[in-house]
């Protein structure tokens, strides 16, 4: 049968060997992947392997088994349809910090037409000569976090597969501040707060639900905030996620009976309809790096922090009568 052998490249490196041909090699099933791998057909560097071994980079991954395995489609990258249009926030060898304007998803979706926010990174990558799909193996530039499509915000981008690692993991750890503007319905009694309570998804409506008691399947969620002014029957608020959710500010809001202005699913249209804000008035304006564990090649990002130049409500928001004069933001 015929012989593949694959050099692995920087950013293939730290990869599990069945993930890392998962993704290269997408006609080889899993099933007969596992099978090669307990038959020495898969060999690292010429010796026996077992699933869970680690690459590193320069090694060599030799594959002997039927080619139909080893085909891959050729045609035109999908990314290359996509507008070249983004809003820089900052950028360098290993990160891009994206302004993502509302209207635009930041993954493909079923109704995807060649346009997200990654197909123009990654688009935009190829154009300066920084990324091109034939010459790596499996990696390709990603997304660390994801707001919704009509919620606008800073998103970030890892370049190589060390930034993608490092930054992932710091999420996790929570050595990353986010913080949001956003304006709700009403005015809340304590201006200062932290809301806590669960959310639990339920993915066939696109929605989720808040209960103040533990529910199986329930995700804890923390939510801090501070309002910065009263205009009308509105507040702005800036707002902490301490937990990341599907929809928390949105949802979390909405069940203390302060939904955000403008938003269709959780507030109320007859209230939207005062503000002229076409959707839910909510940014993730501001970012800080706050690294408390070793941040390897992303270790000069400690301390850093990044703030969108223009939030597209606030103007709106400021013309409403009130006679307070601004916060400092």
Not at 175 to 198: A, S
Not at 228 to 248: D, I, M, W, Y
Request: aromatic share 10%.
């Amino acid at each position: 049968m015929p012989l593949r052998n694959v050099t692995i490249l920087k950013n293939d490196a730290g990869q599990r060997v069945d993930k890392f041909l998962t993704k290269t090699f997408p006609n080889l099933p899993q099933a007969m992947l596992y099978k090669c791998i307990r038959k020495k057909d898969i060999k690292i560097n010429g010796k026996r392997c077992e699933i869970s071994t680690r690459l590193c980079e320069g090694d060599v991954v030799s594959l002997y088994m039927k080619e139909e395995f080893f085909q891959k489609e050729e045609r035109e990258e999908d990314f290359l349809k996509a507008p070249l249009k983004l809003h820089v926030l900052y950028e360098d060898e290993n990160i891009l910090l994206l302004d993502k304007k509302p209207g635009l998803i930041v993954h493909p979706d079923e109704n995807y037409h060649f346009d997200s926010l990654i197909a123009r990174i990654q688009h935009y990558l190829y154009e300066k000569g920084e990324y091109n799909p034939r010459e790596e193996n499996a990696f390709a530039p990603a997304l660390v976090n994801r707001i919704d499509r009509n919620t606008g915000g800073i998103v970030m981008a890892a370049k190589n597969a060390e930034a993608l690692r490092i930054l992932n993991e710091k999420v996790k750890n929570r050595e990353m501040h986010k913080y949001y503007l956003c304006v709700v319905c009403g005015h809340i009694p304590q201006k200062e707060g932290l809301l806590t309570g669960y959310l639990e998804k339920n993915e066939a409506k696109n929605r989720v639900y808040i209960s103040h008691k533990p529910k199986p399947g329930a995700k804890s969620i923390r939510t801090r905030y501070r309002v910065l002014e009263e205009r009308q029957n509105f507040s702005l608020l800036e707002v902490e996620l301490l937990t990341g959710r599907t929809h928390q500010i949105r949802a979390h809001f909405a069940s203390i009976g302060h939904p955000l202005a403008g938003d269709g699913k959780y507030g109320t249209n007859a209230v939207n309809k005062k503000t002229w804000f076409p959707y839910q008035a909510l940014y993730s304006y501001k970012l800080i790096f706050d690294f408390q564990t070793d941040a390897g090649i992303l270790s000069y990002l400690h301390g850093r922090e990044f703030t969108v130049p223009d939030v597209w409500f606030l103007e709106e928001f400021w013309q409403m009568p009130c006679g307070k004069e601004k916060v400092s933001l």
